[in-house]
């Protein structure tokens, strides 16, 4: 095997990830915790963490759920609701319970029911962060129904990112699983404070892929996927080398009866094969020397975190991505193997598998 076969990676982590609850936390954690050192948590549980307690609790969920050998450090983030208190989040912040909190506007996607439904609201919650400097990671997207889906993201940055940018200069932001050139562009052209996380699916597809053949549930996010020019941007945007881009996967588990209802889940299950799916993009560019800025440095630079000092190994080897999880330990746990998450690139080859008994 030649050196451009193998390659050695500080490990990564995930600064974006739905970990759930329960028996399908149990199921997926795995899928995350396998290869990435640590990922910030998204809250939008059912009901969604507000407290520090909660988000203690949460943690300790989490951590009572790793399979043996398993070495990983959840990142907790509070959720911001229109009546939160400014003291909670400054509490959590200073006890190193919340790395971050996560604004989602009312409505704009899974649990979101009770975020912000007015951005005024919430001045004092943001004036604090600032001044602690806490992280605001924001699902940019309108919720007005007169909005397009397509273009929710891109009205976001115009009518409520530019001006709370404004309001807030010394806030860092993460615009959270970015889908536009807009969207690029905007965040490219920001300060230090402001940077983007790209996930795998959004570097992949572009919107047929959810429509061409047939209805495809398992191609169905939020952000919604975009047209090929978008798509386009933010192949660009990940593999530029600018290390206001960074990796985080939205992986998003949902049952299969909630993909394929009448009303499907948003969701995409990417975390088992996410380096893969990553490197697949970084290769075609020619770009799989930048692979490791993207996944494992500009990440905890932004969040001011110490770099993993370990590594794994991607190995140009071929794999055939299973439909879903079969786990070892039957890491499908309680979950019913019909209720199981359908893995992103099912059915695919990918051309690099990650070695874990490789690092060095
Ligand atoms: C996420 C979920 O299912 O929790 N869904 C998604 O499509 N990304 C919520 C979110 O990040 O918007
Ligand atoms: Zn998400």
């Known amino acids: 095997m030649t050196c451009s076969d193998r390659l050695v990676l500080r490990r990564p982590d995930d600064w974006h990830v739905h970990l759930r609850d329960g028996p399908m936390?149990?199921?997926?954690?795995?899928?995350?915790?396998?290869?990435?050192?640590?990922?910030?948590?998204?809250?939008?549980?059912?009901?969604?963490?507000?407290?520090?307690?909660?988000?203690?609790?949460?943690?300790?969920?989490i951590k009572n759920a790793l399979t043996d050998g398993l070495v990983f450090t959840p990142l907790m983030t509070a959720y911001l609701?229109?009546?939160?208190?400014?003291?909670?989040?400054?509490?959590?912040?200073?006890?190193?319970?919340?790395?971050?909190?996560?604004?989602?506007?009312?409505?704009a996607t899974t649990n979101s029911a009770a975020g912000v439904s007015d951005l005024a609201l919430i001045a004092p919650l943001l004036e604090r962060m600032e001044a602690i400097d806490m992280p605001l990671l924001i699902h940019g997207e309108?919720?007005?129904?007169?909005?397009?889906?397509f273009d929710r993201e891109a009205v976001f940055i115009e009518r409520h990112l530019i001006p709370l940018r404004q309001r807030h200069p010394g806030l860092r932001i993460v615009l959270e699983h970015i889908t536009t050139e807009q969207a690029v562009d905007y965040v490219a052209s920001g300060d230090q404070r402001l940077a983007a996380t790209i996930t795998p699916h959004h570097l992949h597809l572009n919107r047929n892929a959810m429509f061409v053949g047939g209805l495809k549930s398992d191609f169905?996010?939020?952000?919604?996927?975009?047209?090929?020019?978008?798509?386009?941007?933010?192949?660009?945007?990940?593999?530029?080398?600018?290390?206001?881009?960074?990796?985080?996967?939205?992986?998003?588990?949902?049952?299969?009866?909630?993909?394929?209802?009448?009303?499907?889940?948003a969701g995409i299950f990417n975390a088992m094969h996410a380096m893969e799916?990553?490197?697949?993009?970084?290769?075609?560019?020619?770009?799989?020397?930048?692979?490791?800025?993207?996944?494992?440095?500009?990440?905890?630079?932004?969040?001011?975190?110490?770099?993993?000092?370990?590594?794994?190994?991607?190995?140009?080897?071929?794999?055939?991505?299973?439909?879903?999880?079969?786990?070892?330990?039957?890491?499908?746990?309680?979950?019913?193997?019909?209720?199981?998450?359908?893995?992103?690139?099912?059915?695919?080859?990918?051309?690099?598998?990650?070695?874990?008994?490789?690092g060095d």
């Open 277 to 358: 799916s990553y490197a697949a993009v970084f290769d075609q560019e020619g770009a799989l020397d930048r692979l490791e800025a993207f996944a494992s440095e500009f990440g905890p630079r932004f969040y001011g975190l110490p770099l993993n000092t370990d590594t794994i190994a991607l190995v140009r080897q071929p794999q055939t991505v299973p439909n879903q999880l079969t786990l070892p330990q039957g890491l499908v746990g309680e979950l019913d193997s019909g209720e199981a998450p359908v893995f992103f690139h099912a059915g695919e080859s990918l051309a690099w598998s990650v070695d874990l008994a490789a």
């Open 220 to 265: 169905y996010c939020l952000p919604v996927v975009k047209r090929e020019c978008h798509r386009r941007a933010l192949v660009k945007a990940a593999t530029s080398g600018l290390p206001c881009f960074f990796l985080g996967t939205d992986s998003a588990p949902h049952p299969r009866a909630g993909k394929e209802s009448a009303c499907g889940c």
């Open 81 to 107: 609701t229109d009546d939160l208190d400014p003291e909670e989040l400054e509490r959590g912040f200073a006890e190193g319970v919340f790395a971050a909190a996560k604004l989602y506007p009312a409505n």
């Open 142 to 149: 309108v919720t007005d129904p007169d909005v397009d889906v």
């Open 25 to 61: 936390l149990e199921a997926v954690l795995f899928a995350t915790a396998r290869v990435f050192a640590r990922a910030v948590v998204m809250p939008n549980l059912r009901p969604p963490i507000t407290t520090v307690e909660a988000a203690q609790r949460y943690r300790q969920r």
